[in-house]
């Protein structure tokens, strides 16, 4: 038995006369060759189709269908179009030439000679193992593909996601949410904020009077600066809306200094804001930042529509912020007098009076916040 690459390869004999298939299996079988038989092309198709063979060793002239047809047939199937097919003919080059127009890969001539047929077969046997090995590799390479293509939508999927989120939430909180797949904690519910509200000082005066590149530069470097410190000190933006911007503390996710961070990111905001207002003053333009920080129950959630969500925070705590920025003078930080007494002694501030602000019915009383002196804190 040989030990080849032709090696336990399935021939399949047609040949309605029963001698002949003995003498094929005589020869083929103890060289390691899995023979069956079939003594008709009706056979031989049904036989083909239920257990593809590696091999077809066809007689010409049967009864019914002869060897052509069946070859043709052989060839019609997608599946079998490639199937190795060695045609048997009596003699003559014109059913050479007609078995080859059929579709054969070769032919052998009766009677048999033993050698020619063992080095065929294991010639096309080869060849077969080539084909089935490109087929199977094609198989595993488009397996691989669909899965590479699954894999490139879910992480396009993700990106789209992350870049959804981070317009909102720091990209820490972003990358979370994306890798456990939980945005439960976005949904509406109700909970304690801190609202940090800033805007631009003399903004719509210098806006009016500006080259709308102008104004656009002075937004890009001011976004950008604040932009940085929000996610530092992990806030959730809420929006930026031209020179005005709200972000707020402990949702989504808790934090339990909220008051304390907010107040120093407000600090780090303005620090930030008189650099860039040195450089715009050299330009003529007169620029400053107001601050506002409340504290109090907000609803919050997710807005909008699937094209186009943003997370906010209903409540008027958020209107309570946005009115101590408006009262608040070129560099100032108004705090509620519950942001500054929840931020601990280190905070540094002036006691700012009573305020009637506008849209409020009752008045605010508020603190003016220098800074923050660490060595204050009470251990």
């Known amino acids: 038995m040989t030990d080849g690459p032709a090696a336990g390869a399935r021939v399949l004999v047609v040949d309605d006369q029963a001698p002949n298939v ?7 079988t103890p060289r390691g060759y899995d023979v069956s038989s079939a003594s008709s092309g009706e056979e031989a198709l049904a036989m083909i189709a239920g257990s593809e063979p590696d091999l077809v060793l066809l007689d010409i002239v049967m009864p019914g269908m002869d060897g052509y047809e069946v070859c ?3 060839r019609e199937r997608t599946e079998t179009a490639y199937l190795p097919v060695v045609m048997v003919t009596a003699s003559g080059d014109e059913q050479k030439v007609k078995a080859l127009e059929a579709g054969a890969d ?5 009677p048999i000679n033993q050698s020619e047929l063992l080095a065929r077969v294991a010639s096309l046997a080869r060849i077969k193992r080539y084909q ?3 087929k199977r590799q094609a198989s595993e390479l488009a397996d691989w593909n669909r899965e590479l293509e699954t894999r490139v939508e879910t992480q396009v999927a993700q ?14 909180l972003a990358e979370l949410i994306v890798d456990t797949g939980d945005e439960s904690f976005l949904e509406s519910h109700r909970r304690e904020i801190v609202v940090v509200f800033c805007d631009l000082r003399g903004f719509t005066a210098f806006a009016e009077s500006s080259e709308p590149e102008e104004v656009m530069g002075v937004l890009g470097q001011y976004h950008e600066a604040l ?3 929000i996610f530092r000190f992990e806030g959730t933006l809420e929006r930026f809306a031209g020179d005005g911007l709200m972000v707020f503390f402990n949702d989504p996710v808790p934090v339990e200094d909220a008051p304390l961070r907010a107040i120093r990111m407000g600090i780090a905001m303005r620090t930030r804001v008189r650099a860039l207002a040195e450089g715009w003053a050299r330009q003529g333009h007169d620029l400053s930042l107001g601050i506002g920080i409340a504290q109090g129950y907000a609803t919050l959630g997710k807005v909008g529509f699937d094209a186009r969500l ?6 008027t705590v958020t209107n309570l912020a946005s009115r101590l920025c408006d009262d608040a003078s070129a560099w100032q930080i108004l705090v509620t007098e519950r942001v500054y007494s929840s931020a601990g002694a280190s905070v540094v501030a002036d006691d700012a009076g009573t305020r009637e602000l506008r849209g409020l019915s009752r008045s605010i009383h508020a603190y003016d916040v220098k800074g923050v002196d660490s060595a204050r804190a009470v251990s």
């Open 72 to 74: 043709r047939k052989i």
């Open 132 to 134: 089935d090995t490109i």
């Open 310 to 315: 943003d997370y906010a925070a209903i409540g």
């Open 159 to 172: 990106l789209e996601r992350m870049g959804r989120l981070r317009r909102f939430l720091s990209p820490q």
């Open 106 to 110: 070769d032919f052998l001539t009766k």
């Open 227 to 229: 932009g940085d410190l």
């Open 22 to 28: 003995r003498l094929l299996e005589a020869i083929l």
